[in-house]
């Protein structure tokens, strides 16, 4: 299947199919800047997620408690109707030996949030790349996100919240683990 590229004349194309006239002064240099923004709205398909996570033994070989990041930025567009979504994650794993910078963690949530997605997808894959890299012996994830296509059209229902979460490893049948780790990830 041959790739091309959707371009400033689409976005120009678009602006006219909605009515508008594409070069009126307010709209006129829209289509570029518009091109610019899903660039780097989808720019993780460019991204290998295994590659961002660095795994560090050095400092790792003593450490046997969870490491907890919360507050994670997600900024994502849902596939049904490209329409943003964004909340925050919070990732936990309990080493194995290895542990990772903890910005990489940062990282890998916008690498795979800059793809159009599912809320109940991008947990799942964060929380998969992070045991298949790290193999530590647990790995959780939560995400709390709104989601504009329900805010803003069909029901609209402001400011409802989604949660999606992925319990790995040990965090699936030790219900203290677990715990602990709902708590951590508590706001």
Same mark, same amino acid.
């Given at each position: 299947?041959?790739? $091309?590229?959707?371009?400033?004349?689409?976005?120009?194309?678009?602006?006219? &199919?909605? !009515?508008? +006239?594409? @070069?009126?002064?307010? =709209?006129? $240099?829209?289509?570029?800047?518009?091109?610019?923004?899903?660039?780097?709205? &989808?720019? !993780?398909? +460019?991204? @290998?997620?295994?590659? =961002?996570?660095?795994?560090?033994?050095?400092?790792?070989?003593?450490?046997?408690?969870?490491?907890?990041?919360?507050?994670?930025?997600?900024?994502?567009?849902?596939?049904h109707h490209l329409a943003p979504?964004?909340?925050?994650?919070?990732?936990?794993?309990?080493?194995?030996?290895?542990?990772?910078?903890?910005?990489?963690?940062?990282?890998?949530?916008?690498?795979?949030?800059?793809?159009?997605?599912?809320?109940?997808?991008l947990t799942v894959q964060i929380?998969?790349?992070?045991?298949?890299?790290?193999?530590?012996?647990?790995?959780?994830?939560?995400?709390?996100?709104?989601?504009?296509?329900?805010?803003?059209?069909?029901?609209?229902?402001?400011?409802?919240e989604t949660i999606t979460s992925?319990?790995?490893?040990?965090?699936?049948?030790?219900?203290?683990?677990?715990?602990?780790?709902?708590?951590?990830?508590?706001?």
């Amino acid at each position: 299947m041959s790739k $091309e590229a959707f371009s400033e004349h689409d976005w120009r194309r678009f602006l006219a &199919t909605l !009515g508008e +006239d594409p @070069d009126r002064p307010g =709209l006129a $240099e829209t289509p570029h800047r518009v091109a610019k923004a899903w660039k780097h709205w &989808t720019s !993780g398909y +460019d991204q @290998d997620p295994v590659e =961002l996570l660095k795994a560090f033994e050095d400092g790792a070989e003593q450490y046997n408690e969870l490491i907890v990041v919360r507050n994670i930025p997600v900024y994502s567009h849902c596939e049904h109707h490209l329409a943003p979504f964004f909340g925050k994650a919070t990732i936990g794993y309990l080493p194995n030996g290895k542990i990772v910078g903890l910005s990489k963690l940062t990282r890998l949530v916008d690498c795979f949030a800059k793809r159009l997605q599912v809320q109940e997808r991008l947990t799942v894959q964060i929380a998969n790349t992070l045991m298949e890299v790290l193999e530590p012996k647990a790995v959780g994830v939560v995400i709390k996100c709104r989601h504009m296509c329900m805010e803003s059209r069909g029901i609209r229902t402001p400011g409802e919240e989604t949660i999606t979460s992925s319990m790995l490893g040990e965090l699936q049948p030790n219900l203290g683990l677990r715990t602990e780790f709902l708590a951590l990830a508590r706001d």
